[in-house]
């Protein structure tokens, strides 16, 4: 009897030893190590998303650092965008995260709120800002504190397929002064024109930073700075209301447009020449005119609202780079940021990759290189130069999974499910449910 | 399983020598146990107690987790989408479940006839379950079932144009099913199994005394086998509610269209590792324990009216 009483206890104890090491490898780790050169050789490891094309030439970002910094090496990580923000979270939280990250806006505060991220200012000595415009660099802070630098810069945009509408005879519109009415009248006439073959626009609204501009050009913003969601229901029911009444006049059928959401690039119908006009960041015309190259596209400015005097254009950074607050080797992870957003080298090789480079040297040392499309996509960041206003406010913790709430809602609305006041209502409510959420 | 335990429990010494456990035996017995009760303790017991701590916190996996008492509890109670998922698992777990096994059944008694080449046939059948909850497959599925899909030209084919059986809300879920239904082949090869264990006499006898093939399959097929039947469906419903891959593939890790195709464990998934908030998540992971173990018992509960031992 008394072996196995004194067995249990035994197993007791295990369990409660096995447990204490989980538990304590889940808290918040020490603070950020010495902002100093090593005199020893240092690993750091750089994660970043994206496509092939990008490994490769971040890879030779990789190289060309190391060849002038012999004494730090760098591991590359990489993945898709969903797999990679699962191993950000599981990485962060099991204290063992990459030294420096490529960031999204999405996720930025996230991070950054619950002191994830090294704040750049102590980094100055090794890096270098000089490069950027105020607002780029404003785009990175939360609370005043720099956490990130922008890569690249975008601005929303239609992208039109011109093949498609000089087949059919119709003209590009002026998109100076063109309303969300225009957009849709003109649409509803292509898919007319066409017989049905082609179709005008995709989905109006699946994606937040859409509903921002239309939400800036009726007086009213997504967010504010403290992160609370600002958003009026009447703000967004006009954009679905439009998906309703043009759901298979002027745009696909609703499971069709269910399908394009999660559809890869080159299955797209305005890559396969069946759609004339997609919602697009100027950047991406160069990933959609590889996808297509029998297609012509052109970048034209987003539709305004009647009678509004705010564009709600912006530009975004397409992407960040950031450095984790628990890396051991801030110093050299400041000295390899400074090589990706100044070195003249290093723009060279990355070209358009990660956008149009948000440091404005690095883009002169570039223009002349660009293929077509980038080029129109630089010109385009010209055209908008004088209509674009303040960025919003960054999207707060807790909503980094706004687009999914978005197209979850949206298609409620295409699917009969719910009338668009409805799915607005219920978007503005899960949205500040999930943001309240990750405040408390 | 449980009578192999009992046996073990049995075996040397049973209850007369309890208090004189040859040290020996007992020090080999404990080295053979230590691979198993490390694993136990360091793969599922400790993080199964670490995940019970975290459901009562708001864990976000980023900073330190603090207590908030019943506050998950309280948030499940008002989570609309919760109920969503609820609904959908249990749609696909008792839908899917029961065909999945007549299917197996049926063709594991056609192939039980005897057939040339068996093994081939046993084979292929069994192939799927090998792939059905694979990562290649679940896309395999999603182009056959899209728009444009295969089976769409398929159709076409009869004149008839079919929807997005996976982009409609209306026949994702249906899409998914079938999916489950398709990996028929482990269930099969366990009534195969439990087939031939059946004396061929009880057959004969029944023959002769005029029964038919149906009232045979009645009568006998069905009463022998049916702990057979119960091991399948236990196992079963267990599987299908914790299906993740088919519908993270086919939606993108959205759940949609529409959340039709919002699996339980998706749900969970998206509140810890897409929204950060893993005290609720691990809440999720703990109802959807006792869901599983709550029908598990009536399982075992009801098993009592209809499954014949013959012992």
Redesign the interface.
Same mark, same amino acid.
């Given at each position: 009897?008394s072996?196995r009483f004194s067995r249990r206890v035994l197993?007791g104890g /295990?369990?409660a030893a096995?447990?204490a090491?989980?538990?304590a490898g889940?808290?918040?780790g020490e603070e950020t190590a010495d902002v100093a050169l090593s005199n020893e050789e240092v690993t750091l490891r750089f994660s970043w998303w994206g496509s092939d094309s990008r490994h490769e030439l971040t890879n030779q970002l990789i190289d060309a650092f190391e060849k002038e910094n012999p004494k730090i090496k760098v591991k590359g990580e990489f993945s898709d965008w969903?797999g990679y923000?699962?191993r950000m979270?599981?990485t962060?939280?099991a204290n063992d995260a990459p030294d420096i990250v490529q960031m999204d806006e999405l996720y930025l505060r996230?991070?950054a709120d619950?002191?994830?991220l090294l704040d750049l200012g102590k980094t100055t000595e090794f890096l270098n800002t000089d490069g950027f415009s105020d607002v780029s660099l404003a785009a990175g802070q939360a609370g005043g504190t720099q956490y990130a630098l922008p890569i690249g810069n975008g601005s929303l945009s239609v992208v039109a397929n011109k093949t498609v509408l000089d087949e059919l005879k119709i003209d590009l519109p002026d998109d100076k002064t063109w309303t969300w009415d225009d957009y849709a009248k003109i649409s509803a006439e292509i898919s007319e024109k066409s017989g049905g073959k082609v179709v005008g626009s995709g989905i109006v609204g699946s994606e937040a930073s859409l509903i921002s501009i239309y939400a800036r050009q009726q007086g009213g913003s997504l967010f504010d700075d403290n992160g609370k969601v600002t958003l009026k229901p009447e703000q967004l029911t006009p954009l679905w209301q439009m998906n309703k009444d043009m759901a298979g006049k002027g745009m696909p059928s =609703? @499971?069709?447009t =269910? @399908?394009q959401?999660?559809a890869p690039l080159n299955q797209t119908w305005l890559v396969l020449g069946k759609q004339a006009f997609n919602f697009n960041y100027n950047t991406q015309i160069t990933s959609l005119q590889a996808a297509a190259p029998d297609q012509e596209f052109v970048l034209l400015q987003m539709p305004q609202s009647a009678g509004s005097d705010q564009t709600g254009f912006y530009y975004k950074p397409s992407m960040y780079w950031a450095i984790s607050a628990r890396t051991e080797h801030p110093a050299e992870a400041a000295k390899f940021l400074d090589f990706l957003a100044n070195s003249e080298t290093a723009a060279k090789i990355q070209g358009t990759d990660r956008g149009i480079p948000a440091n404005e040297d690095s883009l002169a040392a570039i223009r002349p290189d660009l293929d077509p499309s980038s080029e129109l996509a630089a010109k385009f960041n010209d055209q908008v130069k004088d209509l674009v206003q303040d960025p919003p406010a960054l999207t707060p /913790?807790?909503a980094?999974?706004i687009n999914?709430m978005i %197209?979850?809602q949206a %298609? @409620?609305v295409l699917?009969d499910?719910a009338t668009p006041e409805e799915a607005s209502t219920k978007f503005i409510e899960e949205l500040t449910a999930?943001v309240d959420? =990750?405040a408390? | 399983m449980v009578s192999e335990f009992r046996a073990l429990r049995k075996a040397p010494g049973g209850s007369g020598q309890k208090g004189r456990v040859n040290s020996r035996d007992g020090r080999a017995a404990a080295v053979f146990l230590a691979p198993w009760v490390v694993g136990l303790v360091v793969i599922t017991a400790g993080p199964m107690l670490m995940s019970l701590y975290l459901s009562f916190t708001d864990y976000n996996l980023l900073s330190n987790a603090n207590f908030t008492g019943l506050e998950n509890i309280q948030r499940m109670l008002d989570d609309d989408r919760l109920v969503k998922s609820l609904t959908v698992t249990m749609v696909y777990v008792f839908v899917s479940t029961p065909i999945q096994l007549a299917v197996a059944l049926g063709l594991a008694v056609v192939l039980d006839r005897g057939l040339r080449g068996l093994a081939l046939y046993r084979s292929i059948f069994y192939l799927p379950s090998l792939l059905g909850s694979s990562v290649a497959v679940a896309i395999l599925w999603k182009r056959v079932f899209g728009v444009d899909g295969l089976f769409n030209q398929f159709l076409a084919l009869f004149g008839i144009d079919g929807p997005g059986w996976i982009s409609s809300p209306s026949t994702a879920l249906s899409t998914l099913i079938l999916l489950h239904v398709w990996t028929f082949g482990a269930p099969m090869v366990i009534f195969l199994a439990g087939l031939r264990q059946i004396p061929r006499e009880f057959y004969e006898a029944a023959a002769v005394d005029g029964a038919s093939k149906r009232q045979q399959f009645r009568r006998i097929t069905l009463p022998l086998l049916s702990p057979i039947i119960f091991f399948n469906l236990v196992l079963g419903i267990i599987g299908a509610f914790q299906s993740f891959t088919q519908a993270f593939i086919v939606s993108d890790g959205r759940g949609g269209p529409s959340d039709s195709t919002l699996f339980f464990t998706l749900y969970l998934y998206q509140q810890g590792f897409q929204n950060f908030n893993m005290g609720y998540a691990s809440a999720l992971a703990w109802l959807l324990l006792i869901i599983i173990a709550a029908f598990t018992a009536i399982n075992f509960w009801v098993s009592k009216y209809w499954v014949f031992y013959d012992n």
């Open positions: 009897m072996t197993f /295990a369990i096995a447990s090491v989980v538990l889940c808290g918040v969903v923000w699962d979270a599981t962060f939280a996230t991070y619950r002191n994830s =609703a @499971e069709a =269910a @399908e959401m999660s /913790a807790g980094s999974d999914a %197209q979850r %298609q @409620e699917f499910r999930a959420a =990750a408390s | -």
